[in-house]
Antibody, heavy 124, light 105 residues
Framework: EVQLLESGGGLVQPGGSVRLSCVVS????????MSWVRQGPGKGLEWVSA????????EYADSVKGRFSVSRDNSKSTLYLQMDSLRAEDTAEYHC?????????????????WGQGTLVTVSS | VMTQSPATLSVSAGERATLSCRAS??????LAWYQQKPGQAPRLLIH???TRATGIPARFSGSGSGTEFTLTISSLQSEDFAVYSC?????????FGGGTKVEIK
């Protein structure tokens, strides 16, 4: 059974940092690009970042570029999202997802499957 | 920008539901649809505008290309009441529509 389990969310002050993790099982993690997608309260889904299977290429939404950093440890089947300089508008449920596509060749397609998410609340 | 309409669709069980997704520029056929229920992970329904994902019932169908897309649920079942989102993957950044909530009439 494929499982993606996010953790690391919580209450963070504006300007603070947090690192999210996503532990994967049920498929060969090192063979697939991965992505983070978030959903703010009452809002639609927003793609945040993607990383290639080998971890050598990443892409970011403009809204998080320069503040967030995606990485992965293929030996631990774990995806990470380092979030710095957090703002109130970063408050959201953060989902990790397996990405169909090849980011090394410049494309990501759809996301399947997804984790249930971890909630990050940025507030003083 | 991906725009979905309507924001909320009230439908009775057994009826047909038609959801719309419009792109501000052509995305060719590079469009996916997802279903999301409260407290659950989004689930892929359709990719390539019209290809059902593995395990998705035949009552879900997708159509369209370019800038206009439709998700049709031919006969709504109780488990289909949820939020549906479209996503384009033709251009960076990848973008989602705001979602359509399908609720019980």
């Amino acid at each position: 059974e494929v499982q993606l389990l996010e953790s690391g969310g919580g209450l963070v002050q504006p300007g603070g940092s947090v690192r999210l993790s996503c532990v994967v099982s049920g498929f060969t993690f090192s063979a697939y690009a991965m992505s983070w997608v978030r959903q703010g309260p009452g809002k639609g889904l927003e793609w945040v970042s993607a990383i290639s299977a080998g971890g050598d290429r990443s892409e970011y939404a403009d809204s998080v570029k320069g503040r967030f950093s995606v990485s992965r440890d293929n030996s631990k089947s774990t995806l990470y999202l380092q979030m710095d300089s957090l703002r109130a508008e970063d408050t959201a449920e953060y989902h990790c997802a397996k990405a169909q596509g090849d980011l090394r060749n410049g494309y990501i397609n759809w996301f399947d499957p997804w984790g249930q998410g971890t909630l990050v609340t940025v507030s003083s | 920008v991906m725009t979905q309409s309507p924001a909320t669709l009230s439908v009775s069980a057994g009826e047909r539901a038609t959801l719309s997704c419009r792109a501000s520029q052509s995305v060719n056929y590079r469009l996916a649809w997802y279903q999301q229920k409260p407290g659950q992970a989004p689930r892929l329904l359709i990719h390539g505008a019209s290809t059902r994902a593995t395990g998705i019932p035949a009552r879900f169908s997708g159509s369209g290309s370019g800038t206009e897309f439709t998700l049709t649920i031919s006969s709504l079942q109780s488990e289909d009441f949820a939020v549906y989102s479209c996503q384009q993957y033709n251009n960076w950044p990848l973008t989602f529509g705001g979602g359509t909530k399908v609720e019980i009439k």
